[in-house]
């Protein structure tokens, strides 16, 4: 549903964005990951046709953004970062105007109009100013002013930057349900909001995409090493030399406990390899107590950490 082949922005001698690919099939909401200032901004403008790129391609339901921009609009939702709302508008006067302004026939706009409000849980505020709605509120009606005239493709840039904690749910709770009936791409630096709202997320750092096809929730088919936590009673020197002959094991770290002869064992293993029943099995037939075992899987933070660095990210 979108397809983006090297894409590129240049401002003058700064470079915004270089060379991104990545694509979201349809009704998939993708997270777009990166740091502040790593060009997801920039990329979601151009895929609304609000700025064109200095090089590359974009297409929306088989439309390039740049030579067919109109069917282009026609077929996207777009939220800004800064929802573009009129604040001396009532809730249901201001989708009714986006509505005229997007081309709904008269016909159907009353019950577009009704629909987005719904959907977006507006129903009690319709009448109200938007300049009285809190910020969670003002992030529905953005919402609903992009998906308004129904379209398969929805542009989210930061959707819940600002809102308080509950916001924050009712927001990613709205744009979940989202899903299926659009395809959505959803640009963020906060690693919860994709965990908890994406399917797949693609990162991208200093104006190029560092790392996609990520599951959102990466605990199967992770390129990241597994690690295993165990905690044994009695003496271990025995079976570190098998357990170190298991062959996925690539590190060992032995940590005493001054617990009568406990001892924590730290293992890594290659990616996507389940190697927790040859740990039990050789502590075990050792005759030792096996007192504890944790498989620590790979995160999306843990990856993001892996391919950004290690910089402070919200």
């Known amino acids: ?24 099939n349809s009704g998939e909401i993708l997270g777009f990951l990166g740091p502040n200032g790593a060009g997801k901004t920039t990329t979601m403008r151009i895929l609304a046709g609000y700025i064109p790129s200095s090089t590359g391609t974009a297409r929306i339901a ?19 970062e800064n929802p573009p709302l009129y604040p001396d508008m009532t ?18 706009r009353i019950i577009k109009v009704n629909s ?32 308004v005239h129904d379209p398969p493709v929805i542009i989210l840039d930061e959707p819940t930057v600002g809102l308080d904690p509950k916001q924050i749910i009712e927001v990613r ?33 200093r104006g190029k995409v560092v790392k996609t096809d990520i599951p ?3 605990t199967q088919d992770s390129p990241l090493k597994s690690s295993y936590k165990i905690e044994v009673e009695g003496d271990i020197t025995p079976i570190i030399p098998l357990l170190k ?7 060992l770290q032995v940590n005493p406990i001054e617990n009568n002869y406990h001892s924590a064992i730290s293992i890594l293993a290659q990616p996507n390899q389940e190697i927790g029943k040859d740990i039990a099995a050789i502590i075990v037939n050792s005759g030792l107590g096996l007192l504890e075992m ?10 993001f950490l892996e391919v950004v660095g290690t910089g402070e990210v919200k």
Not at 62 to 80: A, C, F, K, N, T
Not at 96 to 106: S, T, W
Not at 117 to 145: D, F, N, P, W
Not at 294 to 302: G, I, S, W
């Open 1 to 24: 549903m979108i397809e983006v082949e090297h894409l590129s922005k240049i401002y003058g001698s700064t470079v915004a964005i270089q060379d991104v690919d990545f694509s979201v």
């Open 62 to 80: 088989g439309y390039d953004v740049h030579e067919q921009s109109m069917q282009v609009r026609q077929r996207i939702g777009y939220l800004p």
């Open 91 to 108: 809730v249901e006067s201001f989708i009714n105007f986006v509505a005229q302004i997007k081309g709904i026939a008269a016909g159907d």
């Open 116 to 147: 987005a409000i719904e959907r977006c849980q507006l129903t009690e505020k319709r009448s109200v100013l938007i300049r009285k709605l809190s910020k969670g509120y003002k992030q529905r009606v953005g919402i609903a002013q992009a998906i």
């Open 173 to 205: 709770n709205l744009i979940k349900s989202l899903a299926g009936q659009h395809t959505v791409i959803l640009s963020t630096h906060i690693l919860p909001e994709v965990s908890m709202t994406c399917d797949r997320a693609t990162i991208i750092n």
């Open 216 to 218: 959102a929730n990466p």
């Open 245 to 251: 002959n298991i062959p996925e094991v690539i590190e």
């Open 294 to 303: 944790r498989r620590d899987r790979p995160t999306l933070e843990d990856i």
